[in-house]
């Protein structure tokens, strides 16, 4: 029995997806922290417990158990305290997957400072905008040269920040040398009292999340939000006690806090990292060798790479579970997949704003293309544009029904969903009202009540009439062979309003012609309906994504919209 999972759920194993749906309950006290009360309790439970196993593009390695991560967060709390932040400071961490990144969200945690997360790709307007809204005092980062100039020409601009800090083996001038720091600091650290201690629901995690329009929004959890995690880890990853998970992610993104610390910690896994520069299939399939994760769990772009590949030499015996996030795997993937390895992947849906909503749960057999059933706790259901629930088959907003109201309180409010549009009331009220938080995700649900996701809203394209979703049309185009990846967009069209556009990354061997457009468009027509098909595509070397493998369809629509516009 896991002592500490057992803390905040009465009952742990179930029956069947009905059971789990019927009876999953989690405790949040008041004043949970999961620095001390899982990270520090297991230090003192079971000192030498594997906290996380390391890698990088070099194949070096690297250990450590709870009691180091114990150890070393304390002293980094008081590195912190040094350098003048403390409880509800904002401090910013570009540390791609450092040990340290682990190391400091553990010590910000301990002295109730705000973690924001942020991505190395950040240009210097990027970090100008979100250390200024944010009211970030502290920003540490990796000492990658590109990533130093883009901090240097930022922070004349950054008018709050009042240190900065790199981790690394080359610090230049003017910045302090994290591992340093952290060494020097004392090692004994004691849980602050009074006031000066955190609560269940004081602010804990930021998450700058991109939308389809305006500026980044400011995602806020409060320290709730690894007990949400437990459902994400333990139900639909399948983490095991002792064993290594590996989620493929940076440290930039929500999908570090779904699969890389929080539930994987509470249910004493070990969180493995491979801290890859660029991601590349062959470099992923050495480090899953190097790492042996008897759970996997990556971005729907790593798996699309890696059919293209030779693995009939790659050992894959020791993964028991595979799981895909961040955006929908089509059926052709899944199936290859299954055909090369022997993987079977289990879909699941969720946000930055959330933990796991729907998920191909342990218990349900897999419906390829499809997210799966919803996690409980949240109420989820498909609402139309009246706020009534949509039946069957009928394209809708996916919707958290027991949301509670939006704030700091967490009265009424499941853990795992975020408190606050942090700073923006409009856009907070605007998709949170009457105890519901509308997503903006659209999606349906079958006869077995099965959840199949269509898109944003805002990616729903709206040709003559029809409402075509981009994901069924890129998954039409994955069966092709001479598609090695793809996105669908909605492209301006004058006569339609809006007509569907593939931009197209071809696999080796092939080569791009109007023969061969002509060939992707009628199997379009062939495998889901004469009025999907792509009337523009384009060939591409590469498609824009984050670092996390996600395609980003905003960067496409826009291109697009802006050509249009200089031909006005």
């Known amino acids: ?52 196993l390391w890698t990088n593009d070099s194949g070096n390695m690297r250990s450590y158990s709870f009691a180091d991560m114990k150890r070393l967060s304390d002293k980094a709390a008081n590195m912190l305290l040094a350098q003048g932040m403390g409880k509800g400071d904002v401090v910013m961490l570009i540390l791609k997957q450092r040990p340290e990144v682990w190391i400091l969200m553990i010590a910000l945690m301990k002295i109730g400072a705000i973690c924001i997360p942020a991505t190395y790709q950040l240009t210097p307007k990027d970090i ?67 006031d000066a201690d955190t609560r269940t629901h004081d602010p804990m995690l930021v998450y ?30 399948c983490v095991q006690d002792n064993k290594v998970h590996l989620t493929q992610t940076d440290s930039g993104w929500a999908k570090f806090a779904w699969g890389k610390i929080y539930g994987q910690w509470i249910c004493g896994a070990a969180v493995g990292a491979y801290d890859t520069e660029k991601f590349n299939p062959q470099g992923m399939l050495a480090a899953l060798q190097r790492l042996r994760p008897a759970s996997f769990c990556a971005p729907a772009t790593v798996f699309r790479f890696l059919i293209k590949e030779d693995l009939s030499g790659w050992d894959f015996s020791f993964i028991e579970h595979t799981s895909v996030a961040g955006e929908p795997l089509s059926p052709e993937v899944y199936h290859k997949i299954k055909e090369m390895t022997g993987l079977e992947i289990r879909e699941g ?53 027991a949301a509670g109201e939006p704030g700091i309180s967490t009265a009424g409010r499941p853990p795992g969903l975020f408190t606050a549009y942090w700073k923006d009331d409009k856009i907070t009220q605007s998709m949170w009202y009457n105890g519901v938080y509308h997503t903006g995700d659209m999606a349906w649900h079958d006869e077995d009540g099965y959840y199949w996701f269509v898109g944003r809203n805002d990616d729903v394209i709206k040709c003559s009439g029809y409402r075509i ?5 890129e998954s039409a185009l994955m069966e092709h062979p001479s598609v090695l990846e793809c996105a669908v967009t909605a492209a301006p069209d004058p006569v339609r ?72």
């Open 469 to 473: 979703g981009p994901f069924e049309v």
């Open 349 to 401: 849906f969720g946000q930055s704003e959330t933990s796991v909503m729907a998920a191909a749960f342990t218990w349900l057999p897999v419906k390829p293309g499809s997210m799966g059933k919803p996690a409980p706790l949240f109420g989820l259901k498909l609402l139309d544009e009246e706020g009534q629930p949509c039946d069957d088959g009928i394209v809708g907003n996916i919707s958290i029904t």
């Open 208 to 237: 700058f999340s991109s939308g389809t329009t305006g500026m980044p929004k400011m995602v806020r959890h409060n320290h709730s939000l690894p007990l949400g995690h437990i459902v994400t880890a333990k139900y639909w990853q």
């Open 497 to 568: 309003g809006q007509v569907v556009k593939a931009t197209i990354v071809l696999a080796r061997g092939f080569l791009a012609s109007d023969e061969l457009v002509r060939e992707l468009q009628n199997h379009v027509k062939r495998v889901t309906a004469p009025y999907k098909y792509p009337r523009i595509v384009e060939f591409v070397e590469e498609l824009p994504k984050t670092v996390s493998g996600k395609i980003q369809r905003n960067v496409l629509r826009n291109k697009d919209t802006a050509e249009k516009d200089t031909h006005i």
């Open 1 to 52: 029995m896991n002592e500490i999972l057992s803390r905040y759920c009465p009952r742990v194993e179930f029956d069947s997806y009905e059971d789990f749906f019927a009876n999953y309950r989690c405790t949040t006290p008041e004043n949970f922290n999961f620095a001390y009360d899982v990270v520090d309790e297991w230090a003192r439970l079971d000192p030498g417990k594997l906290a996380l």
């Open 128 to 194: 100008v905008y979100r250390c200024n809204i944010a009211e970030v005092k502290f920003l540490i980062g990796v000492d990658d040269e590109e990533l130093v100039q883009s901090i240097r020409t930022a922070l004349p601009d950054c008018i709050t920040i009042k240190k900065t800090a790199l981790a690394g083996n080359s610090i230049p001038p003017g910045f302090i040398d994290l591992r340093d720091a952290i060494e020097k600091a004392p090692e004994i650290f004691n849980r602050p009292q009074g």
